[in-house]
Structure formats: structure tokens, C-alpha cells
């Protein structure tokens, strides 16, 4: 794949935000006079199909955060929104998924909702 400066800029967006990111969030913070929401779409597309970012899928928006050494997920809190990461633990279900179903497993999503200690404590 091509670094174009448009691709550096978004993965290095990604990278400072430490939480993850909708489309329209990178845009906001990007330049418009480079590129197009589409672009932003296009381009987090590639990157999740090279496995460099992981996506999830949250409250009717799709989020995207780097796809580091240690993959990872997160839990989001209900009342406050906050977004907690969480190391996952799914890589041996899923060689069992695949072994049992010959299931050849592209990539998995999961996200956890609840409430975070001080919104239970409202
Ligand atoms: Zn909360
Ligand atoms: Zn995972």
C-alpha cells in the first residue's frame, strides 16, 4: 500500500487520539481542502482490509482505532460515553471457532456496554 501524506495524516490521527475514531471525527480534524469525507471512508476502508486498524461498531457509528501488537477492544460506559480499552482474550476461542465450523475467520468485533463505577454511582 501507498503512504500517501492523506493516509500518514489519518493514521497519525488515530495513533494521538488513544481512543477510538468515527469518520467524521478524522475529518473534522483534518484539512478540507485535502480530502473528502469519502476519502476519510475510503481510506479507513484500506486501512482495515491491510488489518491496520480494527473497527467497532457503536451506537449507530462505526469507530476505528490502530490495530497494534496487542489487539485489542473496548468496554463503552452508557452514561458518560467514556471508552474503556480491553485486552482480548478471543484469539483461542476463535482457532476453536474455526477448527470445529472450517470456519476461515477474517476478523472479529466486540465491544462491551455498561456503566462505568462513577456513573453507578449517580
Ligand atoms: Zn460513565
Ligand atoms: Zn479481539
Redesign the pocket.
Known amino acids: 500500500m501507498r503512504m500517501t501524506s492523506q493516509r500518514k495524516q489519518i493514521l497519525n490521527l488515530l495513533k494521538l487520539a488513544k481512543r477510538p475514531l468515527s469518520a467524521e471525527m478524522i475529518y473534522e480534524q483534518l484539512p478540507h481542502d485535502a480530502l473528502n469525507l469519502s476519502t476519510v471512508y475510503r481510506t479507513l476502508d484500506l486501512f482495515f482490509k491491510e488489518k491496520m486498524v480494527a473497527k467497532s461498531f457503536m451506537q449507530q457509528t462505526t469507530y476505528y482505532y490502530l490495530n497494534e501488537e496487542k489487539h485489542h477492544h473496548y468496554m463503552i ?6 471508552m474503556i480499552e480491553i485486552a482480548c482474550h478471543l484469539d483461542d476461542m476463535e482457532k476453536d471457532l474455526a477448527d470445529k465450523h472450517h470456519f476461515d475467520i477474517k476478523y472479529h468485533d466486540m465491544t462491551v456496554y455498561g ?6 454511582n ?1
Open positions: 460506559c452508557l452514561g458518560c460515553q467514556k456503566y462505568c463505577q462513577a456513573c453507578q449517580k
